[in-house]
């Protein structure tokens, strides 16, 4: 049975699969419009991607270019230390009583989403 996706998400579920997203490409600079695409099946809404990007941003867990494209703007790819904090709380979540305290539903992260 397909695992069910939900459309109300934790902050934490909702930044953990922006930053998946951006790992399994790593390498890849991604447009907004990309991103946004891949994390509406996930619930999260195009009208916060701007300020959640820009937020992880300036805490340097992306980084951010302008785009070849006039109309993408910016492109985005993961930065190392972004991967180091997605690896920490991706290992933290395996835990079912810090899931708990999370308010994490979501069975498993990994980059196969």
Known sequence: MAEEKSFKQTP??????????LKKHE??????NEIATYSQGH???RKRL?????AFEQRELV???EAENPQARWEFKI??????VLQKY???????????????????????D
């Open 12 to 21: 934490l579920e909702r930044n953990i699969t922006i930053l998946l997203y």
């Open 27 to 32: 390498g890849e600079w991604k447009n907004k």
């Open 43 to 45: 619930g999260l809404h």
């Open 50 to 54: 701007d300020e959640i990007l820009d």
């Open 63 to 65: 980084i951010k270019q």
């Open 79 to 84: 930065s190392e230390r972004g991967k180091d």
């Open 90 to 112: 991706i290992s933290l979540l395996h835990d079912p009583d810090m899931k708990f305290f999370a308010g994490v539903k979501r069975d498993k992260f990994d980059e196969s």
